[in-house]
């Protein structure tokens, strides 16, 4: 790994397919992969002695460094969780009642924590013995197959079935109850997906250009990348130890076109491609995060590494991470906390609608999602259409949208004459829908503080009839300060909190965001208001908006109209 960065590259340049031949060096991660040696940083050499060790085939917390863990940890070190999976636990555990499940704290523990490591969240509070699973889904690609199968799967739960396209390209899925886990984890692996290692302290889905392979403007087709990343990382679907033990999850993320659709500033491990020398490869961006405490953006580490270095650097930024990252205080966990300790030494375009792919005769359609919630039968849909108008494959996207690539030109005029097209999940978006991302909120998630997704909807439309916009104006809610929802990248976000109204009643509200930025002018959105009242959102969102990103009042656009 070369200790300098190389230059951004312009689009339309060819490039190699890695391969993980290459072992990189950073200076900030120096040494052997299990053992980093001091490197001029001023840190102790005792700072960097491994603080897990490998037994028995699985990493784990060694003795002396178990004092003021935090509860997660402790977890963990009563019961590898991973031994769910690489042995089976699963299929025992989901014989199980929820009554026998609740009555020792171990099989507790397996199903509301431990079980995160296949991918599968108890909701306790909301859904009493029903499970959101989350998939891993490289790159957001996925087949009409694939999606045919997860709508086979949530139908069956009725009104408690459904599924949310992700802010990390991916499928969750909503209504599972454990006694149908191994099943569906044998379904999974039969049409090529996985759950494994997508939750708790583990990577999350590697995420890439979502117009990768098709894009005209693409500088590096990130598939590749994407793909070998998730593979290495869960030891293609068979589950890897070696990363299954982090202080906290992890992000990565690899950069394919100058639009950023990636967000790599909020990545703890980005890959931005970039020539040295006249070799292609990557600059690394390190330490972004959200957290409840903290939002950081992304660092260089003035490093970059060659196409064939991308996973041996994962690799060593990985395993430096898992040794030596902190594990008391869960909210000062993430990577950015241990750049901080140890030095650094020691925008983007439109989706939506049919646009050109690379491909001659080809184009590719983005449809939105409204807040990325679907049901069976919109999945089901979704896969025909991917059938008969393209090649049986759909992207997801950050924005929770879904993109259907690889259509013959004389079949577009088809497709945006269907019905799902026309009335749900529509290619034309209003400008203010076009940019509205939602988390969970209340409805599933324990952790989140108020309703998201349909007071997101709700609150936009009404917005819609006071303003017009010129401009997409990017608006994302999350329900809680764990900010799934990424409000501080957001032209306008929502921090769920409870407030209280005129009459000091208390009542679910929001911290209000302005001016959050992705792309090459990246910056982190600041607090407007605390605490409104989530009654109150219309009228302060019409005044944001015609202050700050010049909408106009819908009576004012009527007389000038006349």
Same mark, same amino acid.
């Given at each position: 790994?070369?200790?300098?960065?190389?230059?951004?590259?312009?689009?339309?340049?060819?490039?190699?397919?890695?391969?993980?031949?290459?072992?990189?060096?950073?200076?900030?991660?120096?040494?052997?992969?299990?053992?980093?040696?001091?490197?001029?940083?001023?840190?102790?050499?005792?700072?960097?002695?491994?603080?897990?060790?490998?037994?028995?085939?699985?990493?784990?917390?060694?003795?002396?460094?178990?004092?003021?863990?935090?509860?997660?940890?402790?977890?963990?070190?009563?019961?590898?969780?991973?031994?769910?999976?690489?042995?089976?636990?699963?299929?025992?555990?989901?014989?199980?009642?929820?009554?026998?499940?609740?009555?020792?704290?171990?099989?507790?523990?397996?199903?509301?924590?431990?079980?995160?490591?296949?991918?599968?969240?108890?909701?306790?509070?909301?859904?009493?013995?029903?499970?959101?699973?989350?998939?891993?889904?490289?790159?957001?690609?996925?087949?009409?197959?694939?999606?045919?199968?997860?709508?086979?799967?949530?139908?069956?739960?009725?009104?408690?079935?459904?599924?949310?396209?992700?802010?990390?390209?991916?499928?969750?899925?909503?209504?599972?109850?454990?006694?149908?886990?191994?099943?569906?984890?044998?379904?999974?692996?039969?049409?090529?997906?996985?759950?494994?290692?997508?939750?708790?302290?583990?990577?999350?889905?590697?995420?890439?250009?979502?117009?990768?392979?098709?894009?005209?403007?693409?500088?590096?087709?990130?598939?590749?990348?994407?793909?070998?990343?998730?593979?290495?990382?869960?030891?293609?679907?068979?589950?890897?130890?070696?990363?299954?033990?982090?202080?906290?999850?992890?992000?990565?993320?690899?950069? +394919?076109?100058?639009?950023?659709?990636?967000?790599?500033?909020?990545?703890?491990?980005?890959?931005?491609?970039?020539?040295?020398?006249?070799?292609?490869?990557?600059?690394?961006?390190?330490?972004?995060?959200?957290?409840?405490?903290?939002?950081?953006?992304?660092?260089?580490?003035?490093?970059?590494?060659?196409?064939?270095?991308?996973?041996?650097?994962?690799?060593?930024?990985?395993?430096?991470?898992?040794?030596?990252?902190?594990?008391?205080?869960?909210?000062?966990?993430?990577?950015?906390?241990?750049?901080?300790?140890?030095?650094?030494?020691?925008?983007?375009?439109?989706?939506?609608?049919?646009?050109?792919?690379?491909?001659?005769?080809?184009?590719?359609?983005?449809?939105?999602?409204?807040?990325?919630?679907?049901?069976?039968?919109?999945?089901?849909?979704?896969?025909?259409?991917?059938?008969?108008?393209?090649?049986?494959?759909?992207?997801?996207?950050?924005?929770?949208?879904?993109?259907?690539?690889?259509?013959?030109?004389?079949?577009?005029?088809?497709?945006?004459?269907?019905?799902?097209?026309?009335?749900?999940?529509?290619?034309?978006?209003?400008?203010?829908?076009?940019?509205?991302?939602?988390?969970?909120?209340?409805?599933?998630?324990?952790?989140?503080?108020?309703?998201?997704?349909?007071?997101?909807?709700?609150?936009?439309?009404?917005?819609?009839?006071?303003?017009?916009?010129?401009?997409?104006?990017?608006?994302?809610?999350?329900?809680?300060?764990?900010?799934?929802?990424?409000?501080?990248?957001?032209?306008? +976000?929502?921090?769920?909190?409870?407030?209280?109204?005129?009459?000091?009643?208390?009542?679910?509200?929001?911290?209000?965001?302005?001016? +959050?930025?992705?792309?090459?002018?990246?910056?982190? +959105?600041?607090?407007?208001?605390?605490?409104?009242?989530?009654?109150?959102?219309?009228?302060?969102?019409?005044?944001?908006?015609?202050?700050?990103?010049?909408?106009?009042?819908?009576?004012?656009?009527?007389?000038?109209?006349?």
């Amino acid at each position: 790994m070369s200790s300098l960065s190389g230059r951004f590259l312009m689009p339309q340049l060819s490039h190699t397919v890695p391969s993980s031949s290459a072992r990189p060096r950073t200076r900030l991660f120096a040494g052997p992969p299990t053992v980093a040696q001091p490197v001029e940083t001023g840190v102790d050499a005792g700072r960097l002695e491994p603080r897990v060790e490998e037994k028995d085939g699985y990493y784990v917390l060694k003795e002396r460094f178990r004092q003021g863990i935090n509860p997660q940890e402790k977890v963990k070190i009563e019961k590898e969780p991973m031994k769910l999976f690489m042995e089976n636990g699963i299929e025992e555990l989901a014989k199980l009642s929820m009554e026998e499940i609740d009555k020792e704290k171990s099989t507790k523990d397996d199903i509301d924590v431990r079980l995160k490591w296949l991918g599968l969240f108890h909701r306790r509070k909301n859904q009493y013995g029903r499970f959101m699973m989350r998939l891993k889904l490289p790159n957001g690609v996925t087949t009409s197959e694939q999606t045919r199968y997860l709508a086979s799967v949530i139908r069956k739960y009725g009104k408690d079935g459904c599924a949310d396209v992700t802010t990390r390209q991916n499928w969750q899925i909503r209504g599972v109850v454990l006694p149908d886990v191994p099943e569906i984890l044998r379904g999974l692996a039969e049409v090529g997906l996985t759950s494994l290692q997508s939750g708790m302290d583990n990577v999350r889905n590697p995420v890439g250009n979502p117009l990768a392979g098709i894009d005209p403007d693409e500088i590096v087709d990130t598939r590749p990348y994407t793909n070998l990343l998730s593979q290495f990382i869960t030891a293609n679907s068979r589950g890897n130890p070696a990363f299954t033990n982090l202080p906290t999850k992890w992000n990565v993320c690899v950069v +394919g076109s100058h639009d950023l659709y990636e967000h790599p500033h909020i990545n703890d491990l980005a890959y931005m491609p970039a020539m040295k020398d006249g070799r292609f490869g990557f600059n690394l961006l390190v330490g972004g995060f959200f957290s409840p405490k903290r939002c950081a953006e992304a660092v260089p580490l003035d490093a970059w590494v060659s196409a064939d270095g991308v996973l041996p650097a994962c690799k060593a930024i990985l395993e430096a991470y898992r040794d030596l990252g902190t594990r008391g205080n869960r909210q000062k966990t993430r990577m950015m906390w241990l750049i901080d300790e140890l030095g650094i030494e020691g925008f983007r375009r439109d989706c939506f609608g049919v646009h050109p792919q690379k491909q001659e005769g080809l184009s590719y359609v983005g449809l939105h999602i409204p807040v990325g919630r679907v049901r069976a039968d919109d999945m089901d849909e979704l896969a025909r259409l991917a059938d008969i108008y393209g090649s049986g494959e759909l992207r997801l996207t950050v924005e929770q949208n879904v993109i259907i690539p690889n259509i013959e030109d004389s079949k577009i005029e088809a497709l945006l004459g269907e019905r799902l097209l026309k009335d749900r999940f529509s290619p034309e978006p209003p400008l203010l829908m076009k940019g509205l991302v939602a988390c969970t909120g209340n409805e599933f998630c324990g952790q989140a503080i108020i309703e998201t997704k349909a007071r997101a909807m709700k609150v936009t439309e009404e917005v819609q009839r006071f303003v017009s916009v010129s401009k997409p104006v990017r608006i994302h809610w999350t329900g809680c300060p764990n900010t799934c929802g990424q409000v501080q990248v957001a032209d306008v +976000g929502f921090m769920g909190c409870m407030a209280r109204d005129e009459n000091g009643k208390v009542c679910e509200g929001a911290d209000v965001y302005v001016g +959050g930025r992705v792309g090459s002018q990246s910056h982190l +959105g600041e607090l407007y208001r605390k605490s409104v009242p989530c009654k109150d959102l219309v009228p302060l969102v019409v005044d944001i908006l015609v202050k700050q990103f010049g909408a106009v009042p819908r009576e004012r656009e009527e007389v000038e109209e006349d």
